[in-house]
């Protein structure tokens, strides 16, 4: 991937539905090179999905917690347990004191409640911890240039 791949990548980023004569320009590229350029990085697994950036709180989601969840075996194998939760949005298997990090958003604490007891019944899950979100600063999307010596 080259600097010209990364500047396409910052571009859609920034906004996904821009025409390919749009971010052929903003990188220097004709319209049918961007077009290929992007189809490319899709074909490689680079871009992985195009998706809307929905506002949480205007669909009714705006409790957000981080739980961690504590167990008595290992959790590598429960994916699946924690993907059948709508509600929990990732789920990683992390090393430290708890096994495995989840991202959960509901609309009210009473849901959310509601979800950390459909983690506990999850086979091996010995316990809980739910950080609650009261304010986010930002979020950032990973850089295209992060790892290539440039400035993220």
Sequence with gaps: MDHVDRALLAQLQEDATRPYAALGEAVGLSAGAAHERVRKLRERGVIRRTAADVDPAAVGSGVLAYVMVDSTSWMGDSADAFAALPEVLEAHVIAGSA?????VRTATTEQLQDVLRRIYAI???SGTQATVVLETFFERPVSPHAGAGLPG
């Design 99 to 103: 096994s495995v990090l989840v991202k």
């Design 123 to 125: 086979d091996g899950v």
